[in-house]
C-alpha cells in the first residue's frame, strides 16, 4: 500500500513540474506560437466559424427584438444627426481633398494615419472571463501580424495578441496590463497636444488609465477624446480609444490619470478591422513597441 | 465506432463553449459576477460516471487531451485547464465507487468537480498574477455563479448524456 502511494506522489510531483515548465515556456514572451499550437487554433477555428454562424443568427434574432421596441424614439434622434452629418461630411470631403493637395505639394506623401484595413470576423470568446481575448477568423495569410491594432467603428478594441495561419487572437483592451502600452494623445491647437502613455486596465473603475506625461495638462476636461498618437511606432495615428470619465493626480502629485472609458463595447464585438499601418516604424522603433505598445 | 463518439461530444462541447458568452445577456456577462463555462468538465465528469469501468480511464486520458486543448484555443498558457482538469477527474474517478451513479450523484460530483478546478485554476492564475482578485470577492463573484451557471447546464443535459454514454461503454454494444 504504501508503495502505491508513493507512486501516486511521484506522479502528482511529475505532474506539477510538467505545470511549472509549460507555464513559464508559454508566459515567455514569444514571437509567434509553436506549429502545434497554429494547428490546433486552425482546425478548432475553422469549426467555431461553422458553429458560430447559426447561433449568431439566433442571438442577433432576439437582440433585433428588442431593437423593435425603441426604434421610433431611435428614428427621431437619428434624423436630426443625419441633417447634421450631411453638413460634416462636405467639410470634411474639402478637408480632405485640401489636405490632399497640401501633402503633395510638400511631397509628403506617407502619414503615420494611413492604414490598411483587414475586414475579420469574431468566431470566438475565451470562456474564460481573466482572459480577456477573442478569436478572429483572418490569420497570417490574409497578413494579420502580431501588434497590430483592432478597431470596431466605434474605436479601438485590442491589439493582435497571436497569429496563425488562418485565425488570430485579439487582446481586448479591458486584459491589457503593463506590458501592453498605447501611446496616446488628447488633440489641443498645433504644439499643445496632451500626449500620454495608456497603463492597465483598471477592473474596479472599468476604464484604462491615462498617465499623462505632458505638463499641459490643466485644462483636462470630461468627455474628451482620447486617441492614438502613433509615436508608439505600430498602431497608426488617430484611432478613437475613449474618453475621459475622470482625472486623478498620482500617489506623488506630479504626474496626473486620466481614467479613460473605452469608447468601443467590448462584450458586443462581432465585426471588426485589423490596422495594418502603412508607414513602417524603425527597428529601433519596433523594439520599443516590445516595451512600448 | 462507438468509442470516436466520446472525443466527438466533448470536442463540439469545447467549440460551444467559445461562443457561450454570446448567448447570455449583455448586461449579465458586462456586470461584476463572472460566469464561467466549464462544460468540457461536466462532460468528463459524465464520462467518468457513466463511460468509464473500474479498469478503464479513458476520462482521465481525456481530461488531460482536452485540458491542453482549451489551454491551446483559449487561454494560450499551457497547462492550466490540463492540470486542473486531470487532477479533478482522477479525484471523481477515485469517488464514483462510492456512489450509485443517479442524478444526485452526479449533481454532488459537478459540484465538487466544479468547486475543485475552479479554485485550482484560481490559485494558479493568481500565482502567475493574472488576477488579483481576493478570496472573499471570488468566492462571491466568480465561484457561486460560476457553480450555478454549470449545475444548470448539468440538469439539462444529464437525460441525454448519462444515457447515450452509457450506451457508448466500451464492450456494451459489441
Known amino acids: 500500500m504504501s508503495l502505491f502511494r508513493k507512486k501516486r506522489l511521484f506522479i502528482l510531483l511529475i505532474g506539477i513540474i510538467i505545470l511549472v515548465v509549460l507555464i513559464g515556456y508559454s508566459l515567455r514572451d514569444r514571437d509567434r506560437l509553436t506549429t502545434a499550437e497554429q494547428f490546433v487554433s486552425d482546425t478548432v477555428g475553422w469549426a467555431q466559424s461553422v458553429i458560430y454562424t447559426p447561433v449568431n443568427f439566433f442571438t442577433d434574432m432576439f437582440t433585433n427584438i428588442g431593437d423593435i421596441k425603441k426604434t421610433y424614439q431611435e428614428n427621431q434622434l437619428l434624423k436630426e444627426k443625419v441633417s447634421e452629418y450631411k453638413t460634416l461630411i462636405y467639410e470634411v470631403q474639402e478637408l480632405k481633398e485640401e489636405n490632399e493637395e497640401l501633402r503633395e505639394s510638400l511631397e509628403v506623401t506617407d502619414s503615420i494615419r494611413d492604414y490598411n484595413s483587414i475586414q475579420a470576423t469574431v468566431i470566438s470568446r475565451s470562456p474564460e472571463r481573466w482572459i480577456d481575448q477573442v478569436t478572429i477568423n483572418k490569420g497570417e495569410q490574409a497578413g494579420v501580424k502580431k501588434n497590430m491594432a483592432v478597431i470596431t467603428a466605434e474605436g479601438m478594441v485590442g491589439k493582435i495578441q497571436s497569429t496563425s495561419k488562418f485565425t488570430s487572437t485579439v487582446q481586448l483592451l479591458t486584459g491589457f496590463d503593463q506590458n501592453s502600452r498605447i501611446s496616446a494623445s488628447i488633440s489641443r491647437k498645433k504644439g499643445e497636444d496632451i500626449v500620454g502613455l495608456t497603463e492597465e486596465y483598471d477592473e474596479e473603475n472599468h476604464s484604462l488609465m491615462f498617465k499623462i506625461i505632458d505638463e499641459s495638462d490643466k485644462d483636462l476636461k470630461e468627455d474628451e477624446l482620447v486617441v492614438s498618437s502613433g509615436l508608439g511606432g505600430v498602431f497608426p495615428a488617430g484611432l478613437p480609444i475613449g474618453k475621459v470619465k475622470e482625472v486623478i493626480p498620482d500617489q506623488y502629485g506630479l504626474t496626473q490619470t486620466a481614467l479613460i472609458e473605452p469608447s468601443a463595447d467590448m462584450y458586443d464585438i462581432d465585426h471588426v478591422i485589423v490596422v495594418d499601418r502603412t508607414l513602417e516604424g524603425t527597428d529601433d522603433m519596433m523594439d520599443d513597441e516590445e516595451e512600448g505598445e | ?174
Open chain 2, 1 to 174: 465506432m462507438n468509442r470516436f463518439y466520446l472525443p466527438l461530444v466533448l470536442f463540439l462541447v469545447m467549440v460551444l463553449e467559445g461562443v457561450a458568452l454570446e448567448l447570455l445577456p449583455v448586461n449579465i456577462t458586462s456586470g461584476k459576477s463572472l460566469i464561467i463555462s466549464h462544460w468540457v468538465l461536466i462532460c468528463l465528469v459524465f464520462s467518468a460516471i457513466f463511460y468509464d469501468d473500474e479498469e478503464s480511464n479513458y476520462s482521465l486520458i481525456y481530461a488531460i487531451i482536452f485540458g491542453l486543448l482549451i489551454d491551446v484555443v483559449y487561454i494560450h498558457v499551457l497547462g492550466v485547464y490540463m492540470f486542473t482538469y486531470a487532477i479533478t477527474i482522477y479525484i471523481i474517478k477515485k469517488l464514483t465507487r462510492l456512489l450509485h451513479s443517479n442524478l444526485a450523484s452526479t449533481l454532488l460530483f459537478g459540484i465538487l468537480g466544479i468547486i475543485l478546478a475552479d479554485w485550482l485554476i484560481y490559485l494558479i492564475f493568481t500565482m502567475i498574477g493574472y488576477t488579483d482578485l481576493s478570496l472573499g470577492d471570488y468566492l462571491i463573484y466568480r465561484l457561486l455563479p460560476t457553480m450555478l451557471a454549470n449545475i444548470i447546464f448539468l440538469i439539462l443535459i444529464y437525460p441525454i448524456l448519462s444515457k447515450k454514454f452509457s450506451q457508448w461503454q466500451v464492450g456494451y454494444s459489441s
